[in-house]
């Protein structure tokens, strides 16, 4: 998924915190000229629950993310944030405010690269309007366990720990949806352990956390709910998911 970092209406900290406890999707279908790559897809996700969404290359994981981000817009259909509309909150003025609920880690983990660890974190810390940039970049670097790198250019880092960077700024600002497409990409053994009790702990804390991933294993025993994609269209959704790849396998055939 291809996204940019959020556009602001202004500093966070300059109007009330716009919240939600849930968000829905109700039969939303997205073309691309003549290529469908969603349609007529629906499920609903509450806070404290992470929903996987799975399926081949294709399938429309990206595409449902990067709607779920304001980022697309739906063709027909509709995206709720609690009980008001995405349109809805555009419409008055409250598009800014509800991407400040958002965070969102995509393929291009829009991290500056000349700027080190710490510059990059605390950058973003101030675009989402956090109230001390600097103590937000400590904390995430405290988190991603790059203490040590902290004032390295990113340039010089490995995939996994970009990766571990992109994460702490997708959260930075302690966003309410939390969205996240292939989020293990590049991450060893060790982060990758990370990374899921960090999930646990956005889990407790109350966010509500959508992810795209290929990989099975990983996800088995994380999910609260898994959404089976294919050709945009939604093949099969289970609470509480066990046995994830034989799931898949019995859903959309063998997982390549």
């Known amino acids: 998924?291809?996204?940019?970092?959020?556009?602001?209406?202004?500093?966070?900290?300059?109007?009330?915190?716009?919240?939600?406890?849930?968000?829905?999707?109700?039969?939303?279908?997205?073309?691309?000229?003549?290529?469908?790559?969603?349609?007529?897809?629906?499920?609903?996700?509450?806070?404290?629950?992470?929903?996987?969404?799975?399926?081949?290359?294709?399938?429309?994981?990206?595409?449902?993310?990067?709607?779920?981000?304001?980022?697309?817009?739906?063709?027909?259909?509709?995206?709720?944030f609690g009980t008001a509309s995405s349109a809805e909150l555009q419409r008055r003025g409250d598009g800014g405010r509800l991407r400040a609920r958002i965070g969102v880690l995509g393929h291009d983990l829009f991290l500056y690269p000349e700027l080190t660890a710490r510059e990059n974190l605390a950058f973003f810390a101030g675009v989402h309007g956090v109230a001390d940039p600097a103590r937000a970049a400590e904390e995430a670097l405290e988190s991603a366990r790059l203490g040590d790198r902290a004032d390295d250019p990113v340039a010089s880092f490995s995939r996994g720990m970009r990766q571990r960077v992109a994460l702490e700024r997708a959260l930075i600002h302690r966003p309410r949806l939390v969205l996240l497409d292939e989020p293990f990409t590049g991450l060893d053994d060790a982060s990758t352990g990370g990374f899921l009790a960090r999930l646990d702990v956005l889990r407790d804390a109350g966010a509500i956390v959508v992810l795209a991933t290929h990989d099975l294993d990983l996800a088995d025993g994380l999910l609260d709910d898994a959404m089976f994609l294919r050709d945009g269209k939604t093949v099969h959704m289970v609470a509480r998911p066990d046995s994830l790849r034989s799931l898949y396998r019995s859903v959309l055939g063998p997982h390549r």
Do not use: Y
């Open 1 to 80: 998924m291809t996204v940019a970092p959020p556009p602001q209406d202004g500093p966070a900290s300059s109007s009330p915190a716009l919240d939600f406890d849930r968000v829905s999707a109700d039969d939303i279908s997205r073309t691309f000229g003549r290529r469908r790559a969603l349609a007529h897809v629906s499920f609903e996700v509450q806070r404290g629950r992470i929903l996987g969404l799975l399926g081949p290359n294709g399938a429309g994981k990206s595409t449902m993310l990067a709607v779920l981000a304001t980022l697309l817009n739906p063709t027909s259909g509709t995206i709720r």
